[in-house]
């Protein structure tokens, strides 16, 4: 079946201007995970969604970054007023949530982002 | 909070060469713990993990609650094994912890 999938796998944009990222996890996955991957910094939790529940957005790294998973599946990552240090590989992971360690996280690709 | 430590960046080899990515963490809970691998231009994708004390690819990896510490290992490395490995944590329903990774280059 199809994997996790991102768009767009690129983006270039400057110094101020908004983004948009969109993520389409494995169909019937209840979570869903941002994660950031940076040289220099590895991987870093961003935000995670478990069906209605509240999402964790414990890991956002300031107010300009948001999240939002519409309908329990598809997710978009928006970060504003883009800054050179958001330049990063942007994760997209789902997984089925299972307890005691048998939970496994699907990633999808990446969306490359470049800040100039 | 819990942390993972993976000290080495890089880890080179030859291939036939035994292997060993360390990997420490620190929780005061019980840990679930991952190895993650990324080959080149392929995605992340799990490894194995600790609960199923199973060899993949030739892989183990013990968790030792003594030393914390959940390192990987392989007796032969091959030149397919070549990639990022990632050690990661997870407690309960939450995201994973990851560490920073190391390299493993196996040269012919």
């Known amino acids: 079946g199809a994997g996790v999938s991102q768009s767009p796998s690129n983006k270039v944009t400057e110094k101020g201007k908004d983004v948009e990222l969109r993520c389409d996890p494995i169909s019937g996955h209840t979570a869903l995970y941002w994660y950031r991957q940076s040289l220099g910094q590895g991987l870093e939790f961003l935000i995670y969604f478990q069906g209605n529940s509240a999402p964790d957005k414990s890991g956002l790294p300031s107010d300009r970054f948001s999240a939002e998973r519409t309908g329990g599946s598809v997710s978009t990552l928006t970060i504003q007023r883009t800054q050179q240090e958001d330049s990063a590989v942007y994760l997209c992971?789902?997984?089925?949530?299972?307890?005691?360690?048998?939970?496994?996280?699907?990633f999808g690709p990446g969306t490359r982002l470049t800040v100039l | 909070a819990q942390r993972v430590t993976q000290p080495e960046k890089l880890l080179s080899v030859f291939k036939g060469a035994p292997v060993e990515l360390k990997c420490n963490y620190s929780?005061?809970?019980?840990?679930?713990l991952f190895w993650y691998v990324q080959y080149s231009r392929q995605r992340l994708q799990l490894l194995l993990r600790?609960?199923s004390r199973e060899s993949i690819k030739g892989f183990t990896a013990d968790l030792n609650k003594g030393e914390t510490s959940f390192h990987l290992k392989k007796p032969f490395a091959q030149e397919e094994d070549s990639a990022m490995y990632y050690c990661?944590?997870?407690?309960?329903?939450?995201?994973?912890?990851f560490g920073s990774g190391t390299r493993l280059q196996v040269q012919p």
């Open positions: 600790h609960i």
């Open positions: 929780y005061s809970g019980s840990p679930e």
């Open positions: 990661a944590l997870r407690r309960g329903r939450r995201a994973l912890t």
């Open positions: 992971a789902s997984s089925l949530d299972l307890a005691g360690g048998l939970d496994t996280q699907y």
